[in-house]
């Protein structure tokens, strides 16, 4: 049976760019502070940023004014042909293509492994009594082009026997298994990064594989079994 539904943290929100408009959304990276466990509380954040740019000129002697305008194309979202349906079950290793954010990327989450037990209890003091962490290595990659810079990466999950997640919400990452913010360079068509989810289950489940279940995939999640 899957763990009590339980919200442990260890950390707060990410540092943001003054102007950034990336979303908000657990987990988040570590701070060093004091980690402690709170009920479970859902909620969003969306943030809408405009910026309208203008520049007007008029000459010396009275004349006809002269209004330009200077704006530059936004780049091109190349949009796949091979998106995954919801419901896809792949192999550790294989891709799945979604969209995500503004643009697309394809998710290959390439190792579903035992943590370290002794860092884990390190990081989260008593709230880790009887959990097993688990290390959820993927790579995103950007197949649409789309500027994607500074965001959290895609939530993956880890799946129990039954196909259902763990039921541990995690804030923080352990130097084991960082999760890290989308480069300043991921902002091409072919541009990756690998990074880690931290998760845990409790030390009788059995962990199989792993889900993401975002945007369009929330009913009907993409699965990678080992």
Known sequence: ?????????????????????????????????????????????????????????????????????????????????????????????????????DGYVSISVTAVEPGDTEAFRKAYGADADGLQPYYLRFTLENVGGTDLTIKNPPKVDAILSDGSTTGTFLTGSIDECKTMLTPDSFNTVGAKFETCELDAAAAEDEIVGAQYSGGDYDEKPILWRS
Not at 2 to 22: F, K, N
């Open 1 to 101: 049976m899957p763990a009590a539904l339980t919200w442990i943290t260890s950390g707060h929100l990410d540092d943001r760019p003054e102007m950034g408009c990336a979303r908000i959304r657990f987990p988040t990276i570590e701070r060093n502070t004091v980690p402690r466990i709170k009920q479970y509380i859902a909620f969003g954040g969306a943030a809408l940023c405009l910026v309208t740019i203008s520049a007007c000129g008029s000459s010396d002697d009275g004349d006809t004014a002269t209004t330009a305008s200077t704006t530059s194309a936004a780049p091109t979202t190349v949009v796949p042909d091979n998106v995954t349906e919801p419901g896809t079950e792949l192999k550790v290793g294989q891709p799945a293509v979604v969209p995500w954010q």
